[in-house]
């Protein structure tokens, strides 16, 4: 149970619906920062090559436990990335391993080592309709990758054109949209029922597009799904805040080393796990609504997939900090969001 004061607020453990640690040292880099705040996360699997199998899985959950600093008490919560050429016996498989708790769907070519996602959802129907039978939650990176669909109108089109057809031909199977970033996004969702849910990332809920243009480019402020108007901001706060379960945190962390986001054709993601609950607790306190931020943090993302809410806690204190310049060491380098700027809250207790 949650306890708010005006100046700290203590709530149960939260998770992290939706997360890249990537590997090796930028997995190194960037795990302490996510192990602190969350009891677990949802591990995005678009490494190279994709983790496609439960034994991939396996191998990477365990270069993950070892890379945890000393006393971290964190789970890796992992998924299979669905590709054209994922089996049936694949679904069971994870299924059975106890540690596949997703598999995500990424249309080829939408965003960081997507290439071998899927271009046409009909191939993978059967694979699909075995989700629905071992109840194994499909995660959807929801937008089309049409080049002739403009960038901002990417995820309406993707409702329009395959998520209703999905939710209709699998009724039973749960089913997540996530990093939702428009008022259309969270029409369909509050109207699908309850095995439809969406994840909400903190840098959606706190910049629009601007963001990406104020005093030049600011390409660490680039990401995919892209941000977008105003209005689909303030639909996504008032989805967040609102109480509903089908909304939950994710919070699409996505490190990328600074030149390979400061480059001519640089990559999509924004690094938030160094402050995550921090953020969403500003946009909480900012719309009245503190004493509901434990309910999306901590209660429904653990209820939309079966398991228990974490049992310790974390306490945040409305206390300004700067965040640093840069994170990281060498050529692993990241530019974290609000960098050189004040965060208003801090994370000041875990346990």
């Known amino acids: 149970m949650s306890s708010i004061t005006t100046q700290e607020i203590s709530i149960l453990r939260p998770d992290d619906w939706h997360l890249h640690l990537r590997d090796g040292a930028m997995l190194h880099t960037v795990l302490p920062d996510t192990a602190v705040r969350f009891g677990r996360a949802i591990v995005m699997p678009n490494l190279k090559p994709p983790v496609s199998s439960a034994a991939m899985a396996q191998a990477y959950r365990e270069r993950i436990l070892a890379a945890l600093p000393k006393g971290s008490v964190f789970t890796p919560l992992m998924t299979l990335y669905l590709t054209e050429a994922t089996p049936i016996e694949a679904i069971r498989a994870a299924k059975e391993s106890g540690i596949v708790h997703a598999v995500k769907y990424y249309p080829a070519g939408a965003t960081t080592n997507s290439e071998n996602g899927v271009r046409d959802l009909k191939k993978v129907y059967p694979v699909l309709a075995a989700m629905e039978h071992w109840d194994l939650p499909l995660l959807l990176h929801g937008e089309v990758t049409d ?32 990093h939702v970033t428009t008022s259309a996004a969270v029409d369909f969702v509050q109207s699908a029922g309850a095995r439809t849910a969406a994840t909400i990332t903190a840098h959606h809920l706190l910049l629009n597009r601007n963001a990406m243009f104020q005093g030049g480019i600011r390409p660490h402020h680039y990401c995919l799904p892209i941000l977008k108007r105003e209005r ?36 999509a993601g924004i690094y938030t796990a160094h402050a995550a609950i921090e953020l969403y607790a500003e946009v909480f306190a900012k719309a009245n609504a503190l004493d509901r931020l434990e309910a999306f943090a901590s209660r429904h993302g653990p209820a939309f997939y079966g398991l228990p809410c974490n049992t310790d806690s974390i306490t945040l204190r409305h206390e300004s900090w700067c965040v640093p310049e840069k994170i990281g060491m060498g050529a692993e380098m990241i530019v974290p969001l609000r960098a050189g700027e004040e965060i208003s809250w801090r994370l000041v207790g875990v346990g």
């Open 147 to 178: 080049p002739v669909v403009d960038v901002f109108d990417r995820e309406a089109v993707f409702i329009e054109r395959h998520l209703i057809a999905l939710r209709r031909d699998f009724p039973a199977l749960r089913m997540v949209l996530e």
């Open 232 to 267: 689909h901001r303030e639909a996504l706060v008032q989805a967040a805040i609102s109480g509903n379960p089908q909304f939950f945190l994710g919070t699409d962390s996505a490190p990328h080393p600074q030149n390979a986001k400061e480059s001519a054709c640089g990559c």
